[in-house]
């Protein structure tokens, strides 16, 4: 008896160890490094003008997604583009994003310098195995030429909605992998 | 004994603490890094040696 005791007392423990292990990892807030911008073969853009339509980053996390926000702080030159968006990878398909609007050419002039801050929830976005997020940006116009003059990326702890908390337990339930 | 009894307790909590992130990270690879793994194990083994070296 006492034996059982002890390994449901065992069992306890280690489910505690990491539960703790992992709530600990939802309390971490902070800036976070980002890879040079690079075009959708992997190649980088060269002193970061992009003169194609999608431009991709990762961002190092160093936490899971669950119960985070990603807080982008955007300021770039838009030099011949329609519109400028940006978005962060939803799930295992490479191209499931939701871009927000940066810049709309209509409404802001071209060849000045603009600074944008955004907000994303990540409970419900895709992370590789390294945590790492994927980035796009998207440009629309029949010329593309902007220059990407600073991207800081800051990550906070938000409450998740239910959807969002529902999608981060279908992307455990379905081992959800980078196709 | 009673660093021995510690020691296995230890030692089998570490254990299956390890499985039990393996397992979350089988699932969803973003959910633990990797070196969590390994500070368990390293712990389960460094409990294992006092076993050994405790016993009569």
């Not at chain 1, 423990?13 to 992997?42: D, K, M, W, Y």
């Not at chain 1, 990540?122 to 220059?147: H, P, Q, V, Y």
């Amino acid at each position: 008896m006492s034996e059982r005791l002890s390994a449901v007392f065992i069992i306890l423990a280690a489910s505690l160890l990491t539960v703790l292990f992992f709530g600990a990892s939802l309390l971490t807030s902070g800036e976070r490094t980002v890879s040079p911008l690079e075009n959708i073969h992997g190649l980088p853009y060269p002193a970061a003008r992009i003169t194609e339509k999608l431009a991709h980053a990762d961002i190092y996390l160093r936490e899971p997604v669950l119960a985070h926000q990603l807080n982008l702080t955007i300021t770039f030159n838009p030099r011949a583009l329609n519109q400028l968006s940006v978005g962060i990878r939803e799930n295992e398909f490479w191209l499931s994003y939701r871009p927000t609007l940066l810049f709309n050419s209509t409404h802001d002039p071209l060849g000045h310098t603009v600074t944008r801050s955004i907000s994303i929830p990540l409970s419900d976005k895709f992370a590789e195995k390294d945590r790492s997020l994927d980035l796009m940006f998207f440009a629309d116009g029949s010329t593309i030429d902007w220059e990407l003059i600073n991207l800081q990326t800051n990550v906070t702890r938000v409450r998740p909605t239910g959807p969002e908390l529902k999608d981060y337990l279908r992307s455990i339930i379905k081992r959800e992998r980078a196709l | 004994m009673k660093t021995m009894k510690a020691a296995r307790f230890i030692f089998f909590v570490t254990l299956l603490a390890a499985g039990f992130v393996e397992l979350a990270r089988w699932l969803h690879p973003a959910t633990f890094p990797l070196y969590i793994h390994w500070w368990l194990l390293i712990v389960a083994f460094a409990s294992a040696a006092v076993i050994i070296l405790s016993h009569d």
